[in-house]
């Protein structure tokens, strides 16, 4: 039971376009999550292997184009993960985990692509399904906090190397797959696959 005499405390104002959904997954716009720049604080730990002209590891063209070809024709499987900021008197968030998934999607509206909807398997306007994402909030109230959760996140990530590679096309042409089903799959082209 609350202490009738204890002083109200103030809940802070969501800025426009965050809906609290359950738990820590919030639904919001686009368009209010705040990106940091390359050398500002809370920026992405990706921009550390990068250089003035690049912006680090994974955001070549090549790893973008891959990227954006499987959130297109398959969809965002994973939510991006943002942090509360006091911006203008209002609390916003600013994204601490997948910088490379909104930049994706970021080009699929501004193109108003056609993308793949998981939940009616169709092809619908990138506005109609990516206007509002789903998004995993956390407190983390200083950069520190923020860089150990952006690092930790993308530390505990292990990418598939050229042996599991090699068995999974192993693997699908004894299962009868044909090469384009191969590609498919993988999200290759097909000079990889030779």
């Not at 900021?85 to 209002?90: E, K, N």
């Not at 109609?128 to 952006?150: F, G, H, I, Q």
Request: proline share 3%.
């Amino acid at each position: 039971m609350s202490d009738p005499t204890a002083p109200a405390v103030a809940t802070p104002q969501l800025a426009d376009g965050i809906k609290h959904v359950h738990g820590t997954l919030y639904e919001i716009a686009h368009d209010a999550i705040y990106i940091a720049k390359k050398g500002e604080a809370g920026s992405n730990i990706r921009y550390l292997s990068g250089d003035e002209e690049n912006l680090g590891v994974g955001f070549g063209k090549s790893d973008m184009d891959r990227l954006h070809a499987s959130i297109r024709d398959s969809g965002m499987h994973n939510p991006l993960i943002c942090r509360w900021v006091a911006r203008d008197g209002v609390l916003s968030v600013q994204l601490v985990d997948g910088e490379r998934r909104w930049r994706t999607i970021d080009r699929c509206l501004v193109k108003n692509e056609k993308v793949y909807d998981p939940a009616s398997k169709k092809m619908v306007p990138a506005k109609d399904l990516y206007s509002n994402l789903l998004v995993r909030v956390y407190d983390a109230a200083t950069d520190k906090e923020a860089m150990k959760l952006s690092y930790q996140e993308n530390r505990s990530r292990v990418a598939f190397n050229d042996k599991v590679d090699i068995q999974l096309v192993k693997d699908l042409r004894e299962k009868g797959f044909t090469d384009d089903e191969i590609l498919e799959v993988t999200g290759q082209k097909t000079d990889w696959l030779r």
